[in-house]
């Protein structure tokens, strides 16, 4: 009994086997994820060759409970949807019925409640043969939030007999389909709109939309950032037609084009409208016209300046602060070293115009960035652990530049060493930025918030303010003089320097390991080492004394191994972006991290939080900022502090910008900053944040613990 028992099992499993492999192809038409049913509709029950066919996502979501908008608004994620179908089929974009707009503690969005149908229109190939069944699958991803928030997505299908008779509409969802279309907006001719904006407020103006007495309208934009979602809107209505005024984020930057949806709520029913027109400037005499404050725009000017020169104490900045000193030892010996300042100054000031544009640009774009922006690129954190690498080696003497990069530089500035004194403004200036100094955060903020010449007048501030300290060395020799005189020292010192260019390429690679698994590390590590190899043969063979055969030779192997190491690492990082943190929301990047007292950020957190009356500290931080790094060992988790943050019943939040996130960017906007570290502190029942130094001791956390109290 028990053989044949034991032969007879394989057939069963075989059939258990494909029996599992049919249920698992089959099309599911309905999930469960959390609060929210989804389930694939079409609105006939056969389909036609090359005759078009409208499919559907229905959403139904539990009591209480919302998904997202295509623009979710504050917060939130859009709802997605894709479509796989067999080959010739195509898919038209995803029709959105009119949102509804949602409020909580000051945070508005846009999103369906209840049960939304998404509809596509699909259209078959000509070519169909008729009698087989095709299979039309969606898959689905939304955000379904009420206080707190859960991720949810489905893979459906259904399947589709291709009949030679007209089709007939599928009576189960035939009201849904009707109902779902009547709430998909209209498109508005041009014509009949017009837009004036500036970066206050925006003036849109309908001619022939039905405006019932007693309706109401609102406009939701497509893109966010566009209106201030929080903002109550103005309506008027006239003989000419309908003029809605909206006001502008602080962060708002000139439109070129206005899209979103008016809608019209009147007697149990909505109507949209879709409106995308291109943007006129604000006219003389409409009301909201922006305008720079002076006073405000020159106490921009002084923070950014004043912040400038501290930016010189911060640790990002003192590996190179190390180097410009001893090229001022180098510089006593005679010359002019004014010259050198003015070039050093230029660099600085070369380097702030470039970070300006980038910004001012990118954030015109719709790109939520901010200060120290490039270090939430891994790519840039490779390039730059390389160089400060080999600058490094440089220090310790490893290799030489030779003297064709000397004379390359005498004929570009003209004498020996100015071309360094530039090349150390740009890179001092690139090391700076993920330090934020004192009284930088608000200079920053205005900045990018401003018009394009505030942006630029501020970034130049900081610049000036930058390099003022060697300026002031380099046009006053006697205070240069007071430096050790040259000697045998220099050699020494220049070596020890070397230490804080090593410490910086760690510091890079510390950065790197936030956006990388451990194998991206490693790989980093041994392009490093190859490079370094690549050094030193320059080094050892390929000094001006060695044959010409040598030199090249060496020349050609150090740069297959310096620059070959590099591409092939950002190439890798390019084909296979490492998973570690990248990527992923705020929330479970710091939950991933492991973070012990204090909680993941989010606006519905805080939100809550701040309903129930309690009291939050929020850390605005990434791994690339050295600043919010010493602030958090020193301070943060200074036993005193966390102590009082327990005895005051604070709840420490930590929201992590180590790679881009658009959900912190929006936040320190709506701060009215663009860099961190940013420290934000709700007192018990509070309606506006306290903000704290972006350099902290314990005692200043304390103190501001026990004002706020």
């Excluded at 389909?47 to 979501?61: D, H, N, Y």
């Excluded at 005193?640 to 960017?665: H, K, M, N, P, Y």
Aim: hydrophobic share 50%; glycine share 10%.
């Amino acid at each position: 009994m028990t053989q044949l028992s034991a032969r007879g099992t394989i057939p069963t499993a075989l059939l258990l086997f494909f029996l599992a492999l049919n249920a698992a192809a089959a099309p599911m038409l309905s999930v469960r994820s959390g609060p929210v049913v989804a389930q694939v509709a079409v609105e006939q029950t056969s389909i036609l060759p090359g005759k078009p066919f409208t499919a559907g996502v229905s959403l139904r979501m539990d009591p209480g409970w919302h998904v997202y908008w295509k623009n979710p608004g504050d917060s939130g994620l859009p709802t997605k949807v894709s479509w796989e179908m067999p080959a010739g089929f195509t898919a038209g974009p995803l029709q959105w019925p009119v949102p509804e707009r949602f409020e909580t503690q000051g945070l508005v969005t846009y999103g369906y409640s209840g049960q939304v149908l998404l509809l596509s229109v699909i259209t078959p190939p000509p070519s169909l043969p008729v009698g087989q069944a095709v299979t039309v699958r969606a898959y689905v991803d939304w955000l379904a939030c009420t206080i707190e928030c859960t991720p949810g997505k489905a893979a459906l299908g259904i399947s589709l007999p291709v009949g030679p008779a007209e089709p007939q509409n599928d009576l189960q969802w035939e009201e849904s389909f009707r109902s779902a279309r009547a709430l998909v907006p209209a498109v508005l001719p041009a014509a009949r709109v017009s837009v004036h904006a500036d970066t206050a407020r925006v003036t849109l103006r309908v001619q022939g939309v039905d405006v019932p007495a007693g309706a109401q309208v609102g406009f939701y934009p497509a893109a966010a950032g566009t209106i201030k979602d929080s903002a109550q809107q103005s309506a008027e209505l006239s003989d000419t037609g309908l003029t809605l005024r909206m006001d502008r984020p602080a962060d708002a930057q000139a439109l070129s084009v206005f899209e979103g949806v008016l809608a019209v709520f009147g007697h149990g029913q909505a109507l949209g409208y879709e409106v995308s027109v291109p943007v006129s400037p604000t006219r003389s005499g409409e009301t909201g016209t922006a305008a720079v404050p002076i006073a405000g725009f020159l106490l921009a000017l002084a923070l950014a300046f004043l912040g400038g020169i501290l930016l010189n104490l911060m640790p990002c900045v003192l590996p190179v602060v190390s180097l410009k000193v001893l090229s001022f030892v180098r510089q006593s010996e005679g010359g002019s070293s004014l010259r050198h300042g003015i070039l050093f100054t230029a660099g600085v000031l070369a380097s702030f115009w470039i970070i300006a544009a980038v910004l001012v640009a990118l954030r015109a774009g719709g790109r939520l960035l901010g200060w120290g922006f490039q270090f939430q690129d891994p790519i840039v954190l490779i390039i730059t652990a390389f160089l400060f690498f080999l600058i490094g080696l440089n220090l310790f003497g490893v290799f030489e530049i030779g003297s064709a990069f000397t004379r390359l530089g005498s004929r570009l500035a003209g004498a020996r060493g100015e071309a360094g004194s530039f090349f150390s403004g740009l890179l001092a200036t690139a090391v700076a930025t993920p330090c934020t100094a004192p009284f930088m955060g608000s200079a920053l903020g205005y900045a990018l918030t401003h018009s394009l010449p505030a942006a630029f007048g501020v970034f130049t501030a900081l610049a000036l303010g930058m390099s003022a300290p060697y300026v002031l060395l380099s046009a006053f020799p006697a205070l240069a003089a007071r430096l050790p005189k040259p000697g045998k020292w220099m050699e020494t010192f220049k070596q020890i320097m070397g230490f804080p260019m090593m410490g910086a390429a760690l510091w890079m690679i510390f950065v790197f390991s936030a956006l990388a698994d451990s194998a991206g590390v490693i790989r980093l590590l041994a392009a490093l080492l190859l490079s370094g190899m690549g050094a030193w043969i320059w080094g050892r063979w390929g000094g001006i004394v060695r044959p010409r055969v040598s030199r090249i030779t060496a020349a050609i192997l150090a740069i297959v191994l310096v620059v070959g190491s590099a591409g092939f690492a950002i190439v890798l990082v390019r084909a296979a972006p490492p998973p570690g943190l990248a990527g992923i929301s705020p929330v479970a990047r710091t939950a991933a991290q492991g973070a012990s007292s204090w909680d993941a950020w989010s606006p519905e957190k805080v939100a809550q939080l701040r309903s129930q009356g309690a009291p939050v500290f929020i850390d605005f931080t990434a791994k690339w900022c050295l600043s919010c790094q010493v602030n958090e060992r020193f301070t943060l988790d200074n036993p005193q502090v966390a102590r009082r943050f327990t005895e005051r019943g604070v709840t420490v939040l930590r929201a992590d910008w180590t790679d881009r996130s658009d959900l912190i960017a929006r936040a320190l906007s709506g701060y009215g900053r663009a860099s961190i570290p940013l420290y934000v502190y709700y007192a018990p029942g509070a309606a506006a944040p306290v903000f704290l130094p972006e350099i902290l001791t314990p005692g200043i956390v304390l103190a501001a613990l026990d004002r706020a109290r």
